[in-house]
């Protein structure tokens, strides 16, 4: 079975694919992914193969990068930098072209080799001013 960090550095190669099966496969069928400057969590891996697509199409060229793993039994906690530029719908606004450099922090908890539930905290106010999206 694999580790916490294991199934982390899974997720990090499958997210600089764009592969949205990828992802989902790594996670538990019920997974509660919670982004925490949008509020309402993504339930289930079906949620997920919507999820990532959105992000692709936006941000075809996404890569993240990892500056920190930490690992603790079933937890990982990864410090990330995600740079892209936007070239498709984005909560509901066009693209602009605009680039994006900006940091976060997830935390997984992993049960079983597989993604039980991830939170992400990330600067909105960054990501959005980078993009010239209006804070709503």
């Given at each position: 079975?694999?580790?916490?960090?294991?199934?982390?550095?899974?997720?990090?190669?499958?997210?600089?694919?764009?592969?949205?099966?990828?992802?989902?496969?790594?996670?538990?069928?019920?997974?509660v992914?919670?982004?925490?400057?949008?509020?309402?969590?993504?339930?289930?891996?079906?949620?997920?193969?919507?999820?990532?697509?959105?992000?692709?199409?936006?941000?075809?060229?996404?890569?993240?990068?990892?500056?920190?793993?930490?690992?603790?039994?079933?937890?990982?906690?990864?410090?990330?930098?995600?740079?892209?530029?936007?070239?498709?719908?984005?909560?509901?606004?066009?693209?602009?072209?605009?680039?994006?450099?900006?940091?976060?922090c997830?935390?997984?908890q992993?049960?079983?080799?597989?993604?039980?539930?991830?939170?992400?905290?990330?600067?909105?106010?960054?990501?959005?001013?980078?993009?010239?999206?209006?804070?709503?």
């Amino acid at each position: 079975m694999k580790s916490a960090r294991e199934v982390v550095l899974a997720w990090i190669d499958a997210l600089n694919n764009r592969d949205a099966e990828a992802i989902a496969v790594l996670c538990h069928e019920d997974v509660v992914n919670l982004q925490m400057p949008i509020g309402d969590p993504s339930i289930g891996r079906p949620a997920m193969l919507e999820h990532f697509p959105r992000l692709f199409n936006a941000f075809p060229d996404c890569r993240v990068r990892s500056l920190q793993l930490l690992e603790d039994n079933e937890w990982a906690i990864l410090e990330w930098e995600l740079t892209g530029t936007w070239q498709g719908m984005f909560f509901g606004h066009q693209p602009n072209g605009h680039s994006i450099k900006v940091r976060g922090c997830e935390i997984f908890q992993v049960a079983n080799g597989m993604i039980k539930s991830q939170r992400g905290y990330w600067d909105k106010a960054t990501w959005f001013g980078q993009l010239g999206i209006p804070l709503e």
